[in-house]
């Protein structure tokens, strides 16, 4: 097998009209020795047709019946050839020094995994001048307690060593949204990592996008929560208490504000306030 430096797994589901920007930006990188591995998810639309266009040695394409986006990107890690691994969402994209800059944060040994700030893009992928930002500090505990952001988008972000995944970590294909979240726990848990404070990364905002289905993200955020709770990850009880009390809240402000459902938002208030009675003061507090 010849080894190249760097795979990036990109899964693709109808995703045509996107898809040749995010794979331009890849192949755009200012660290060439890479590979584009598009694993098309049983796409209806021409998703197919626009991979097979590209006319690169570097872009290979793989097809599946439609599993999800984790079996899609899982089937990109078992194919990969790179000494480290990288993932980009279809409808997202890549600034030309991403690699070059993450891999020079990766020279040294003993650092498994990185990750930067966040791009956020129109449909066009034309920033909005917002930029998120990830934590400088603990991933874990601020994915788990939920109330800022750990890693902006890390399938959109991540670049990691060939050896995490060769230890076992996979995506989870029973969650949906919250699949991003679970494999940064899941590195966060085994292996070291930096922040680098700087945009590397285009995230496109869509109307449709699945972090609008409420309902999903309703479910996924629960297991997520009881599946670190089955991990240990929750076992000091103030602190359990305060990250199913934070993801109450998360899935009640949710409803009430993305979907206008107040009925079904009050539930998840109840109880996240009957955890922690301090929820109450954070509409008022100044941001």
């Not at 603990?138 to 788990?144: A, M």
Request: hydrophobic letters at 45%.
């Amino acid at each position: 097998m010849n080894q190249v430096r760097v795979s990036v797994i990109v899964p693709a589901y109808n995703s045509a009209q996107w898809l040749a920007s995010s794979i331009g930006s890849v192949l755009a990188q200012t660290m060439p020795d890479l590979e584009v591995i598009i694993v098309n998810d049983g796409s209806t639309d021409r998703t197919a047709a626009v991979a097979d266009g590209f006319h690169d040695p570097r872009v290979r394409v793989l097809n599946q019946h439609n599993g999800g986006v984790s079996a899609a990107r899982n089937k990109g890690i078992e194919h990969a050839k790179g000494m480290f691994v990288s993932f980009l969402d279809a409808d997202d994209g890549m600034e030309p020094d991403n690699l070059q800059i993450k891999l020079e944060a990766l020279k040294d040994p003993a650092m498994d995994w990185v990750f930067g700030d966040l791009i956020m893009c129109d449909q066009l992928l034309e920033p909005t001048g917002a930029v998120l930002q990830g934590t400088g500090g603990d991933v874990l505990r601020t994915i788990l307690l939920g109330t800022h952001t750990a890693v902006p988008a890390p399938c959109s972000n991540i670049l990691v060593r060939r050896r995490c995944f060769d230890s076992g970590i996979r995506f989870d294909t029973q969650l949906s949204n919250s699949a991003d979240q679970d494999i940064a726990i899941q590195l966060a848990s085994n292996f070291r990592y930096q922040h680098i404070p700087i945009p590397l990364n285009r995230y496109r905002v869509l109307p449709a996008s699945m972090s609008r289905d409420i309902g999903l993200y309703q479910k996924d955020h629960l297991a997520l929560i009881n599946k670190a709770v089955r991990s240990g990850l929750l076992n000091h009880p103030g602190f359990r208490r305060t990250c199913l009390a934070n993801a109450n809240w998360s899935i009640g402000g949710s409803w009430w504000l993305n979907a206008g459902q107040r009925r079904k938002a009050l539930p998840f208030f109840i109880k996240a306030i009957l955890m922690r009675p301090m929820l109450l003061l954070r509409p008022f507090r100044r941001s």
